[in-house]
């Protein structure tokens, strides 16, 4: 799962509120549709079923163990770890009889598996924040670095020079009511937040705490969705007065490499803009305020002053590559069609000596997807549409190689009936957790389920709330690997792994996930912790559920 790139999670979040093209819409089912508990097997088409049982444990297990191990380093992108692992997996759809999707090409047996994915390299990052005030016929500018007073997002080269407003904390909410948006003009302005959460122990529950003030790098996420869904180019945000220090440790440790799409987009939008209390105290001196005094203001605009984001960075042409292969369907009349479906290769790679072995991301969703592909290949049945098996790159650096593939794809998305994710499989869910979902959903007759459904035989999978007709052929896969089920319906167009492409184009998806735990993006990421029984539970159903599909 990605580590997540904030302007590029709140576009999308944004996109949820004000969506220019909204997916189709579809009423909510009932809670009990969304629960499936433990119970007898019910049976599968005898190929399906013959095919999930292929899936062993110790085959995924020896996937995990090589892809997760030193050799590969961490599989980080622009690394010879990933080249490594797209060789591997190439050589192991090729070794298993599934042909490359792509047109053959000149070079190695493997060369027509791979799918390049250009994208922008950017070495030396820096910039500053310029702010220039005006009073009269007298004008001043204050510069403030970045990694001293100012914290830019990852950027290639940019510039923007605009006016600013101040939106108090940039929330909006309707209990408790406030709207910080109210009666301002933001359309193409940077809007100056404070962090933090107003006053008063109303804005200090768990749910305004983790949506406004979370821990981590996106926890300005919902702030600047806000701002952007109201039109503004981007967000500042005036930090506590010990931002200073965490501004110069965070660049020092900053990767030397960004990587960044290849298409740019015609207006730059630069996300979050962190700065300290001295930056943020010039921006409002202006308006009569302080970062001590503005916690109390009313919103307003900063007359007088506009600011200048200068990114600045060596910038050079890259290219990683995704693996495809195919498998085209039994049905004449049905091949022409097609389910994807992925898995990320590519993980954190090292910083300096510490390898980010990435076992549970994604080792455990490639192994799946390696061993569904090979136990598709070998059944002497097929499924009647076509089975796309598609490894990503760049799925840390903000699905790079799945957003690549849905602007160029090497099968038409309108011919795509569905896509199946496979990102971190690797994890149970523990009981406490089983039991705050179904009390969170209130689901009738809770304990009737939970006393039938061991955590172990619990999985939760995602679907597109918009394509409901794939939720009984999930149920089903369920029922028939022998495993309990909670259906997580969205719409999937913020999501945090590849599915997320595959939304936007309006394609159905299903992700399937396990569980975060606490080496999660951490060097303790590795084999050893995985629970390999729990990878097969998940590669079963998910080829159960993509095979009836692709019958449907």
């Known amino acids: 799962m990605h580590a997540t790139r904030l302007?590029?999670?709140?576009?999308?979040?944004?996109?949820?509120?004000?969506?220019?093209?909204?997916?189709?819409?579809?009423?909510?089912?009932?809670?009990?549709?969304?629960?499936?508990?433990?119970g007898p097997l019910k049976p599968l088409p005898a190929p399906v079923a013959a095919a999930a049982d292929a899936i062993r444990a110790d085959a995924l297990a020896a996937h995990i163990a090589m892809l997760a191990s030193p050799a590969f380093e961490g599989r980080g992108l622009g690394t010879r770890g990933l080249d490594a692992t797209a060789e591997y997996l190439a050589t192991s759809l090729a070794l298993a009889g599934i042909p490359p999707l792509a047109a053959p090409t000149a070079g190695p047996a493997t060369a027509a598996?791979?799918?390049?994915?250009?994208?922008?390299e950017i070495r030396a990052r820096g910039g500053e924040l310029v702010v220039d005030v005006w009073q009269g016929d007298t004008s001043s500018s204050r510069t403030f670095r970045h990694g001293v007073d100012v914290l830019l997002p990852e950027s290639g080269p940019e510039e923007l020079t605009t006016p600013v407003v101040f939106a108090g904390f940039g929330v909006r909410e309707t209990t408790p009511a406030r709207d910080d948006y109210r009666a301002l003009e933001v359309k193409d302005k940077l809007v100056v937040v404070l962090g933090g959460l107003p006053a008063g122990a109303e804005w200090q529950t768990p749910d305004l705490r983790a949506r406004y003030d979370p821990p981590g790098d996106d926890r300005h996420a919902a702030r600047l969705a806000h701002a952007l869904a109201a039109g503004a180019r981007g967000l500042i945000v005036i930090e506590p007065p010990d931002f200073p220090s965490q501004a110069a440790r965070q660049a020092q440790e900053a990767s030397p490499v960004v990587f960044?799409?290849?298409?740019?987009?015609?207006?730059?939008?630069?996300?979050?803009?962190?700065?300290?209390?001295?930056?943020?105290?010039?921006l409002l001196a202006t308006a009569g305020l302080t970062t001590g005094t503005a916690a109390s203001a009313e919103p307003r605009d900063l007359r007088g002053i506009t600011v200048t984001v200068r990114a600045t960075g060596e910038e050079r042409l890259g290219v990683s590559r995704n693996v495809v292969g195919v498998l085209r369907g039994s049905d004449p009349a049905l091949a022409g069609e097609a389910v994807v479906i992925g898995a990320h290769m590519?993980?954190?790679?090292?910083?300096?000596?510490?390898?980010?072995f990435g076992a549970d991301d994604n080792a455990s969703g490639t192994a799946s997807l390696i061993e569904i592909a090979k136990a598709v290949a070998a059944s002497r049945a097929r499924p009647k549409r076509t089975i796309v098996f598609a490894f990503w790159t760049g799925e840390e650096e903000g699905h790079l190689g799945s957003d690549h593939y849905v602007r160029h794809p090497l099968w038409p998305l309108d011919r795509t009936v569905a896509y199946v994710n496979l990102d971190m499989v690797g994890h149970p869910w523990k009981p406490e957790e089983v039991r705050q979902l179904v009390t969170d959903a209130k689901l009738p007759d809770a304990e009737r389920f939970l006393k039938a459904t061991p955590a172990a035989d619990f999985l939760e999978v995602g679907l597109a709330a918009w394509a409901p007709e794939l939720a009984p052929l999930l149920v089903r896969a369920a029922q028939g690997t022998g495993v309990a089920l909670h259906v997580d319906r969205g719409d999937g167009k913020?999501?945090?792994?590849?599915?997320?492409?595959?939304?936007?184009?309006?394609?159905?998806?299903?992700?399937?996930?396990?569980?975060f735990f606490d080496g999660y993006h951490e060097p303790a990421d590795t084999a050893d912790r995985l629970d390999a029984g729990q990878v097969r539970k998940m590669a079963r159903l998910a080829l159960a559920a993509a095979w009836l599909i692709a019958d449907r």
């Open 494 to 515: 913020g999501g945090g792994s590849d599915y997320r492409a595959f939304a936007r184009r309006d394609v159905p998806w299903l992700r399937f996930f396990g569980n």
């Open 346 to 356: 590519d993980h954190l790679g090292r910083r300096g000596d510490t390898i980010f």
């Open 7 to 38: 302007v590029l999670l709140s576009l999308a979040l944004a996109a949820t509120v004000s969506a220019q093209s909204p997916s189709p819409q579809a009423s909510r089912a009932p809670v009990t549709d969304d629960f499936v508990a433990l």
């Open 113 to 120: 598996y791979f799918h390049p994915v250009p994208m922008r």
């Open 260 to 282: 960044l799409p290849y298409h740019r987009d015609a207006v730059w939008r630069p996300g979050v803009v962190r700065v300290s209390a001295a930056a943020g105290d010039a």
